[in-house]
């Protein structure tokens, strides 16, 4: 995966203004126990004979850097920020299980400070529909006024749960995600792309916030989160969680100063 998140990453020599008319596939995928087994450990899921919620996503993280680092992708990958993920569990998906795994791009759209679009993501076994996320990427640039508006979140106060995260925690997630975008790895690597020192993945704090709601959610479940500021390794969040309508709202946040990382909220159906 290396090599291609590499060449995701180079400057495009004719940056387009459309999304190509591009899918990639991924048939028959087996899924790794042991693999499964070190993921729930790392984002905080109790261990069981199905899926952890967020999981299906690194089985398509390879298509989106593919898809990324294909010619036809106006922008690289380095740069792109992932501002909201939407994935809907339609049931629980078990270890047993052999899927498809489909994704595209769509969407892209005027944004207040660029442009953004969406990575969509399809998980189907045996020819059934079992899972799906809509990942959503901004590109910086001239933004627009007549952009439309992101998504709101029902808020979710800390309660007092504080969560401290080791400075290496980027690099044990890119060990299990695959996903080792330099921000995430050492102060070093993060310093050249303009943050202090490393920063947490958007998909980690995800994962873990959905692990403390694990045993609370229905087998068919959507969950929405939208990436507010970066999570600086090593550092300590505050989770917050509150009963909605339907559901609960959910939030990471400094314990300090009350900035906010991430707002969700997790739904039936």
Known sequence: MIPVLLKAALPKLN???????????????????????????LCGFPRKDTLPLPYPHLLAFGLHLQI???????????????????????????????????????????????????????VHSRGELVWEETSTFLRRGRGSEDAEPGSTFPEAPPTGTTWKLAGDLGRRYAGVSGDRNPIHLYGLTAKAFGFPRQIAHGMWSMARCVGALENRLPDETTVAVAFKKPILLPGTVAFGSRRTEGGYAFSLSSPTSGAPHLAGFATAG
């Open 68 to 122: 990324m680092a294909d010619g036809s992708f106006p922008f690289p990958a380095i740069g792109t920020v992932h501002l909201e993920n939407s994935i809907t569990r339609h049931r629980p998906i078990a270890l047993t299980e052999r899927l498809q795994v489909t994704a595209h791009p769509e969407r892209l759209r005027p944004h207040a400070k660029g442009q953004v679009f969406d990575m969509v993501t399809r």
């Open 15 to 41: 940056p387009g203004s459309e999304l190509p008319d591009l899918r990639l596939e991924r048939h028959d995928v087996p899924v790794d126990a042991g693999h499964v087994a070190s993921y729930a450990a």
